[in-house]
């Protein structure tokens, strides 16, 4: 068991993991893509970067400024509305693992009338100038997704409901400038002690398949013993956790393979890795999908 | 039996198909609206099919029943798809539906459908504004706060979905639940999640969104 001080370290680099990615648009008049460059926190969501990133293209192509961008990998729209961090591992973490591609990520920026509607939520605010506010509906998404993860928790959404005006916007602004000291002073408020948890938000997702595991997890069984990672991933994937000797598959968490890991409490698991949204996410790579 | 007024991931599977068959039977549209323009809107179910995902896990598996249905008549500027998906979400403890609407101008009726001439509307101001009639919505209704574009909980591939939020429905389903003269210890178990599904579909389901699309039971339950 780590001392608090190593925790908050751990925390401290969970919050402030981030990944170098390359962002090209292609150009109109047949020249080569241009490029731009940013590092982006994992835990941290795409349309926060959008106005930077539209800022910097627009000298190229004034359009973009009043058209709805969106991001593709491979041709594969990206859904902004999951952490950064986690599409990252969803797309391209078994790339890496089976050394095909380096770590950066190569990403490209879109806009047209043929916005991906029916794969990729879409932009429908603007601002009095016309151009897009892509902060309002990520607030809208985020809010969501923060009742979704109040309710497992609490048994209901009221701690959230019940913000106060001025609690509600500085959320948004820790969420929206990724200050985890003012973020925490207000999550805690959504996030009852320890012994009032009635259940952990955690999802599961399976890269490469249509699989999205919602689980809300007892963090103590029946008889007060705690549940461990290990017995989450025995009752929701069996098939990864089976005694057979042949290694099927291998877990991430925030990218990193958390096998080591595989027995301590969720409890512990989930505090210490759940992103902004107070969801766990484990991403599951299995053999099919990777070489490990 | 229902306990604390809520049912289970597996009573909702267990009793999905006897709901799909009083859905199948009983959906109708009803325009409180004296206009005849309006009444003359069709309306007619043109798919429905329950999908079970095979996710091989120990617990209770996951099921949607999806709906499509078309909303045609002369006074419509196109004629109205309206894809729905039931399915239970295991993080709030409740059914939830999640929809998607297309205008097709095609004017398509009885599931011929020329899917060049679909597109998605994917703003409730576009629904209201131009549907508001059919659909019995009041043309200054803001839907925002209660329905909002989400990923599908259970269809990855094919993600954006108009979806009720569904924080309040537990609360409000318990209280409906829980009051007088709404279940008997004589009903059995099948009555019971229908009534509560019922209740659900007026209240969270597509029926407490879009008021003219109801589920008119012409059978007690």
């Known amino acids: ?292 | 039996m229902i306990k604390d007024g809520r049912i289970t991931n597996c009573q909702f599977n267990d009793h999905i198909d006897e709901f799909n068959e009083l859905l199948l039977q009983n959906l109708r549209l009803v325009t409180s609206n004296s206009n005849s323009e309006i009444s003359d809107a069709n309306f007619d179910i043109i798919n429905n099919y329950k999908k079970e995902l095979n996710l091989n896990t120990k617990i209770q598996k996951k099921i949607y029943m999806l709906t499509r249905i078309c909303i045609s008549g002369f006074s419509l500027p196109t004629s109205l798809l309206v894809d729905f998906t039931i399915s239970y979400d295991d993080f709030y403890m409740v059914p939830v539906l999640y929809f998607r609407v297309f205008q097709d101008s095609s004017r398509s009726i009885g599931g011929n459908i020329d899917e060049a001439g679909v597109t998605p509307i994917t703003s409730t101001e576009e629904l209201i504004s131009n549907y508001y009639s059919v659909l019995n919505l009041n043309d200054d209704l803001n839907l925002g706060p209660t329905i909002t574009l989400d990923s599908h909980h259970l269809i990855y591939d094919s993600s954006v979905w108009f979806y009720i939020h569904p924080c309040e429905t537990l609360r409000t389903l318990k209280e409906f639940m829980e009051a007088d003269n709404i279940l008997f210890t004589c009903d059995s178990e099948q009555a019971q999640v229908l009534k509560y599904l019922c209740i659900w579909y007026a209240t969270y389901g597509l029926g407490g969104i879009f008021p003219s699309i109801s589920l008119r039971l012409s059978l007690q339950v």
């Open chain 1, 1 to 292: 068991m780590q001392s608090s001080n190593e925790l908050i370290e751990i925390k401290d680099k969970l919050w402030n993991g981030s990944i170098n990615i390359k962002i090209l648009m292609e150009d109109d008049n047949n020249e080569d893509p241009k490029e731009f460059l940013i590092t982006a926190y994992r835990n941290s969501y795409f349309p926060i970067y959008f106005p930077s990133v539209i800022a910097y293209f627009q000298q190229y192509n004034e359009r973009i400024k009043n058209m709805p961008v969106w991001l593709e990998y491979e041709t594969v729209p990206i859904k902004w509305n999951l952490p950064i961090g986690v599409l990252y591992d969803l797309l391209h973490l078994s790339s890496i693992i089976q050394n095909r591609e380096d770590s950066s990520w190569k990403l490209t920026l879109r806009f047209s009338d043929d916005y991906p509607t029916d794969q990729v939520i879409p932009f429908t605010y603007t601002d009095d100038d016309n151009s897009i506010n892509y902060n309002r509906l990520l607030k809208e998404v985020i809010v969501n997704q923060l009742k979704q993860s109040c309710f497992v928790i609490n048994g209901n959404s009221k701690p959230i409901m019940n913000l106060s005006e001025k609690d509600s916007d500085e959320l948004w602004n820790a969420i929206r400038t990724h200050n985890l000291k003012s973020f925490n002073q207000i999550n805690k408020k959504i996030i009852p002690i320890r012994k009032k948890f009635q259940k952990l938000p955690v999802k599961i997702y399976i890269p490469g398949s249509a699989t999205i595991i919602h689980a809300p997890i007892y963090p103590y069984s029946d008889t007060g013993e705690a549940i461990l990672l290990k017995n989450i991933l025995e009752q929701y994937l069996p098939d990864l956790m089976s005694n057979n000797t042949d290694k099927v598959g291998s877990i991430y968490i925030h990218g990193i393979n958390v096998e080591s890991i595989i027995n301590k409490e969720i409890i512990n698991v989930w505090e210490l890795f759940k992103h902004l949204d107070n969801f766990l996410y484990i991403i599951v790579l299995f053999s099919t999908y990777s070489t490990i």
